[in-house]
Every structure is written in C-alpha cells, then in structure tokens.
C-alpha cells in the first residue's frame, strides 16, 4: 500500500506517524507534501509539488492541512486517480465551502472516494457494550460484560452527554494555557475565531455521540443551542466578536430526539481529561466511555456498583487499524457507507458553524 500526505503539520507527526508504526500492516511507502519546503518528517518521502504527489499511484491519501484548505486541496485530488481520500476534521471551515463540497459530492464517483475523518466516530466501546457487543479486546477489570443487550431500541435511551474537558497549564501570569494533546507539552499557538472549542473540538463530541445513535438506530435529525461560551479567561463571548476563539461552551439540544448535552472546554486545568460520553438508559443504567491512561475505559454502572473494561492505545491507531487501513476499512467492507459517513460529519460541521454564526451574528 501506498498512501500520502498534504500538509506534514503536528497531527502527522504525534498522530498519524506514531499509530502507522503500531499497524500489523505498515504501508509499503508513505509520501508528503507541504507548503513549507523545510518541514520533512522520518518516513516520508517528500515531494516537490501537490501535482506530484497526487500522480504517485495512492491508495489513499489524507488531507491533513489547515481546515481552510482542505477544500481546494480535495477539489484537486479529485481531479487524478487516487483511489481513496480521508480528510481530517472539519472536513472544510466555512457554511460557503459546505456548499461548494455538497455540488462536488453529487458526483457519485466523487462520493464513495471520499471520507471525512473524525476519528472518535471510532471510539464504540460504549456502543458495543450497549448492543452486547464487546469483544475480548476490552479487557475486564471487576467483571464479565452483560450476556445481552443493554438496549434493544432507541427509545431505551433518555438522555446522551459528551465531554471533551481538555488538562491545561499555567503561563508566567497565570493564565490557563492549552496543552498540546499529544506530548503534554504547552501549546504556544495563539487561537482565534473560528478556532474555537464549538468548531474546533466540539466535531470530535458529536462525531461519536451520532455515530453511537446511529448505530442504535437513530435517524439523522440533529438540533443544538448554545447554552454558554468564554474565552479562555472565563469572559463571555458577545455578539459581534469576530476575533476571539471560544474557550469553553455549553452545548445542549436533540440528537433523534434524544436530549443532548456537550461540555467543551481546553482550559479545564489539572481537573481535565474527561473525553467521551455517557448514556443515560431508562432503566437507570449508565454506560460511559472516557479515555485514562492512553486507554479507552467503558463503565456500566448500575446504583452503586460500576463494572470497568479498558482497552490499551491510541485513538488514532485504533481508529486506522479498525476503520481505514486495516482489514475491517470502511473502503473495503463497506464502501457503500463512505458517503453516509461523509454527509454525517458535513452536517454536523455544517450546525456547529451555524452556531458560531448565532453567538457572534452573521458573518
């Protein structure tokens, strides 16, 4: 296997790369492109041009640049042979290239090459423990999973939350700073709009919180408010700020009806961490999914007692080994579900810029 990358930025470097190592089957060849000639990476054989790298025989390329332009750079991919193309969240950064994207996948053709990634649609423990699916890959701690299904339709579910509650430092004036979600290390970007928690984070929480209903038969309806959003410094974000990114935000509304909450926060300090969801069932039960200690851990618990599975490793090696790369890839045992993916995550890209649009006014 082939496969290639335009943009060689951080989420190649502490994502990509660190999870390919860990695949049972390694590409044979990996390729790159970057605007910036001087940032190479181990592994990756550059290439001079875009036009160059799209003419090596791929197959699959990802698109892993800024948000901005993933657009353009899909429209070119488009245009050569290259038989698979994932881009990263958010598949595009503003409601006018949805629009441009939606006539780009009324092409058939166009469509099932084409994934937009998010890769939490790939963290299914608590789906898989809903359905009485779990498999020997999550290993016990305090007991067996339940020998049937937790529920067996939709309406077995009352509420759903999802949290992304991101650890965060301190800098020499005692601001909360963000941390790189890779290394631990502080994050010396300076963020602004659109970058901010609704957009920036808030596609990884309703990647998974969708994805885990769908499965459980849910249909597509999606509606979300925003409850409250700040900055970093805990300050209000007002109507007509156009420059300052959201730090934080309260989200809440339905998803197939179902009551939906969703906390975002990068500067959640040493108390940070929570990333996952929690399924609140109508006989009491809870199912929850939250990552500890470079592992998913899925909880049931039921009044005051609470079973315990985890599974080791990366996010985004499971999510290449399970749903891209590996032999269970979307591309290959259900290319008939590429596009339903990819319209899911444009929908959803699609209300939470709607909702940056009714916190700060048109724009």
């Known amino acids: ?12 470097e502490t994502a990509y790369l660190p999870a390919l190592k860990r695949l049972s089957s390694q590409p044979e060849i990996c390729w790159g492109f970057d605007v910036n000639p001087d940032r ?3 592994g990756v054989q550059c290439c001079e041009s875009l036009a160059s790298l799209l003419a090596k025989p791929l197959d699959m390329l990802f698109i892993t640049t800024t948000s901005l332009q993933h657009l353009p750079i899909l429209e070119a991919a488009l245009t050569f042979t290259v038989a698979n193309i994932v881009i990263e969240k958010p598949v595009v950064a503003t409601l006018a290239q949805i629009s441009r994207l939606r006539v780009l996948l009324n092409d058939p053709d166009s469509a099932r090459r084409v994934l937009a990634l998010d890769h939490w649609m790939a963290r299914a423990g608590a789906l898989k423990l809903a359905l009485g699916e779990l498999d020997s890959s999550w290993q016990a701690e305090n007991g067996n999973p339940p020998g049937q299904p937790l529920i067996t339709s939709l309406q077995d579910i009352v509420r759903i939350d999802g949290f992304l509650q991101e650890p965060s430092g301190f800098n020499e004036k005692g601001e909360p700073v963000a941390l790189n979600f890779a290394t631990g290390e502080i994050d010396t970007r300076q963020l602004h709009h659109p970058d901010g928690v609704i957009v920036d984070i808030g596609t990884h929480v309703l990647a998974m919180l969708r994805e885990t209903l769908h499965h459980c038969g849910g249909d597509n309806f999606l509606h979300l408010e ?12 007002t109507q007509g700020d156009l420059q300052t990114a959201e730090g934080e935000a309260h989200l809440f509304g339905e998803l197939c009806g179902i009551p939906v909450n969703i906390y975002l926060n990068k ?8 990333k996952g969801i929690r399924l609140w069932l109508r006989d009491g039960k809870i199912i929850s999914q939250d990552r500890e200690r470079s592992g998913e851990v899925v909880e049931l618990i039921d009044g005051r007692q609470t079973l315990r599975w985890r599974k080791p490793g990366a996010v985004y090696a499971h999510c290449l080994q399970d749903c891209i790369l590996g032999a269970n890839s979307v591309f290959t045992q259900a290319p008939n579900n590429v596009a339903q993916l990819t319209q899911r995550r444009i929908e959803e890209v699609e209300a939470l810029l709607q909702l940056q649009q009714q916190l700060r006014g048109p724009h």
Do not use: C
């Open 1 to 12: 296997m082939q496969i290639g990358f335009v943009g060689l930025g951080a989420v190649v």
């Open 40 to 42: 190479r990476l181990p």
């Open 226 to 237: 925003v409850q409250s959003a700040k900055d970093r410094l805990g300050v209000p974000i």
């Open 267 to 274: 500067y959640a300090g040493s108390a940070g961490g929570q």
